[in-house]
């Protein structure tokens, strides 16, 4: 079954570092675009951070720019959110989202309008909390 899971995700104090991942079994990743997506309470799902398959390119939502990378690595299936200097706004359950790359024409349209419609593979998400 081609599925894709997130880890990584837990409790943090502000200021803190986690690192989320993306595994995809049942299909590559290379001809997907990805992205991360999350839902704080309250609110709409909005992306956060998008990459290409195919030339790397990325988009970052203003909020996390210059603290979140996202980064892939194709030999292992998995693309992973870098989250540094993590703030309390940042909660919320984070999810991996993939998209035919020839389906998507670019990353910054997939981030901004993809986050509340469809992708061809969805994750459960994974909760992400920053508290002190």
């Known amino acids: 079954q081609a599925q894709v899971v997130e880890s990584g995700g837990g409790l943090v104090q502000p200021g803190g570092s986690l690192r989320l991942s993306c595994a995809a079994s049942?299909?590559?990743?290379?001809?997907?675009?990805i992205g991360w997506f999350r839902q704080a309470p309250g609110k709409e799902r909005e992306g956060v951070s998008c990459i290409s398959m195919n030339d790397g390119s990325t988009y970052d939502v203003d909020s996390v720019k210059g603290r979140f990378t996202i980064s892939r690595d194709n030999a292992k299936n998995t693309v992973y959110l870098q989250m540094n200097d993590l703030k309390p706004d940042d909660t919320g359950v984070y999810y991996c989202g993939a998209e035919p790359q020839v389906l998507v024409t670019t990353v910054r349209a997939m981030c901004i309008m993809r986050a509340r419609g469809y992708l061809e593979h969805w994750g459960q998400g994974t909760q992400v909390t920053v508290s002190a």
């Open positions: 049942g299909f590559a990743l290379d001809s997907y675009a």
